[in-house]
């Protein structure tokens, strides 16, 4: 079982950056992948980044590729997701969650509530 809490949204200018991180407890935190996603209002929940369980190796779609940049400290149990150049389609809320390697988010079984992050044009 794990337990995840999201921080670190708000809202920003076009352009600016924020920081997201996502508190997890529990023992087994190093054993999974940790992955974001961004559901926006009348959306579908997008995938934006996950990251193995060592760290080796990430994934992103075309749409945040070169801007936003998950890692993670399996000390910590955190994640973390440094989003710069933002533009007001990354509204959103966004969601950490647990699981295997995958890019869906039904193949996830742990999520946490999510965090808001509004970008203003």
């Known amino acids: 079982q794990v337990w995840l809490v999201e921080s670190g949204g708000g809202l920003v200018q076009a352009g600016g950056s924020l920081r997201l991180s996502c508190a997890a407890s529990?023992?087994?935190?190093?054993?999974?992948?940790m992955a974001w996603f961004r559901q926006a209002p009348g959306k579908e929940r997008e995938f934006v980044a996950v990251i193995s369980w060592s760290g080796g190796n990430t994934y992103y779609p075309a749409s945040v590729k070169g801007r936003f940049t998950i890692s993670r400290d399996n000390a910590k149990s955190t994640v973390y997701l440094q989003m710069n150049s933002l533009k007001p389609e990354d509204t959103a809320v966004y969601y950490c969650?647990?699981?295997?390697?995958?890019?869906?988010?039904?193949?996830?079984?742990?999520w946490g509530q999510g965090t808001q992050v509004t970008v203003s044009s």
């Open positions: 529990g023992r087994t935190f190093g054993s999974y992948a």
């Open positions: 969650a647990a699981g295997p390697y995958r890019l869906r988010p039904d193949e996830y079984d742990y």
